[in-house]
């Protein structure tokens, strides 16, 4: 009988020890989870632009060779789904082809988030058709506008519209949708206020649909990132603008007309709560350049690259300076 007493407690013992141990074990996950916000602490969100995107990514995989632990995931559904998650807290990093817009920054405000605004990059635009098009060489900011001002929404349909030595044909319009910065942009550069386009036409964010869209149609003109023509340049036709060709000179010098800043958010309550923001965002703007260069975009000049460096080391809150966005 006491053997029987002895070997009861003994267990009674085992069982208290082995029950405090799981509810140490559960106490700390639930403490993890509050600090991580459901997921991993060390866990990077990236969503945005697709322009933006291959930079990133570029970014992230680079990094993830030398920090293997590291859980980076990197989206690119548009500069606007982008700003909505980064302004909702569901991003650490907001990619962006354009600066961000008053109602987004306060979204921003309102959910608390407070950020950096880093130019990383130069983008130019490209204007192209298919290679079989052998009439249109050229076309200028006003022949855009006249065919993507939105009160050429089912009116301006020919090519001869547009200039009358081009034949009468039937012209097919492809170009980002309105999540996009290169809407954005493009917009306001052509038609002269963000966001008045026509509608009628080929819309999407991504731009290697645009891309298949043009090439596989001989009616075609569309617009997007010079990266993405200069990828898929057997396939297209890019047509100077105002006389200018994209390229990275002509961008970075500030001659061709459709030039751009490309931009990364960070949030600063990121900063704070995840280490791993940090090292990223560091090792993101310590090794832009080839960044760039692997995406085949262009690269700041040096000087505005330096002013975008000092806004991250001295952790410089807010948008950035018009002299340092401007290429």
Sequence with gaps: MRKFEQWRALSTLVGLLSLAVVLAACGGGGGEQRGGG????????????????????????AFKQENSDAELTVGGGGTGD?????????????????????????????????YIELPIALDALAVVVNPQNNFA???TLDDLKTLWEPSADGTVTRWNQVEPSWPDQQINLYGPGTQSGTFDYFTE???????????DYQASEDD??????VSGDRNALGYFGLSYFELNQQRLKDLPVNGIAPS???????E????????????????????????????YLDNINPFVEQAQYVALPDQ????????????????????????
């Design 38 to 61: 459901g997921g991993s602490s060390s866990q990077i969100t990236v969503q945005g632009s697709s322009t933006v995107l291959p930079i990133s990514q570029a970014a992230a995989e």
């Design 82 to 114: 982008g700003f909505e998650a980064f302004c909702g807290g569901n991003a650490q990093i907001a990619d962006a082809s354009r600066p961000i817009k008053d109602e987004e920054a306060q979204s921003c405000q309102d959910n608390g988030v407070e």
């Design 137 to 139: 060489e050229t076309i």
């Design 189 to 199: 550069r052509v038609v002269g206020k963000t966001g008045e386009s026509r509608s």
């Design 208 to 213: 290697n649909v645009l891309v298949q869209g």
């Design 248 to 254: 990275t000179e002509t961008a970075q010098s500030g």
């Design 256 to 283: 061709y007309p459709l030039s751009r800043p490309l931009f990364i958010y960070v949030s600063t309550q990121a900063l704070e709560e995840n280490p791993a923001v940090e090292d990223f965002v560091s090792f």
């Design 304 to 327: 505005i690259l330096q002013r975008s460096r000092e806004r991250w080391e001295n952790r410089t809150m807010g948008s950035a300076p018009d002299e340092i966005v401007a290429s």
